[in-house]
Nanobody
Framework: QVQLVESGGGLVQAGGSLRLSCVAS????????MAWFRQAPGKEREFVAT????????YYADSVKDRFTISRDNAKNTVYLQMSALSPEDTAVYYC?????????????????WGKGTLVTVSS
């Protein structure tokens, strides 16, 4: 069955950096647009970043633009999220998502598979 397994979350001080990884299995990775979403306590899940099947196109939420970078390694079935200049507002569970689409996976509705999430906590 399809599995998306995130790793790399943890506790970091404001201004610091983290890199999240998501390894996919049970699907043909190159046919899926990949994305990261996040959900803070008491809030709805929100889009963070997405990358196209081949990695040539990316798109970011305004709140993370110029601080986060999404990338993928199709040889390793892995998608990454490099996060820098973190602030307490970035504290959330971060979810890896896969959408079987030739375009970008920018909304929850476009997601076919979800990971279980990894917690990122940014202290002030």
């Amino acid at each position: 069955q399809v599995q998306l397994v995130e790793s790399g979350g943890g506790l970091v001080q404001a201004g610091g950096s983290l890199r999240l990884s998501c390894v996919a299995s049970g699907l043909t990775f190159t046919t899926y647009s990949m994305a990261w979403f996040r959900q803070a306590p008491g809030k709805e899940r929100e889009f963070v970043a997405t990358i196209s099947r081949g990695g040539g196109s990316t798109y970011y939420a305004d709140s993370v633009k110029d601080r986060f970078t999404i990338s993928r390694d199709n040889a390793k079935n892995t998608v990454y999220l490099q996060m820098s200049a973190l602030s307490p507002e970035d504290t959330a569970v971060y979810y890896c998502a896969a959408g079987n689409t030739a375009s970008l996976t920018t909304t929850v509705r476009r997601v076919d598979y979800w990971g279980k999430g990894t917690l990122v906590t940014v202290s002030s």
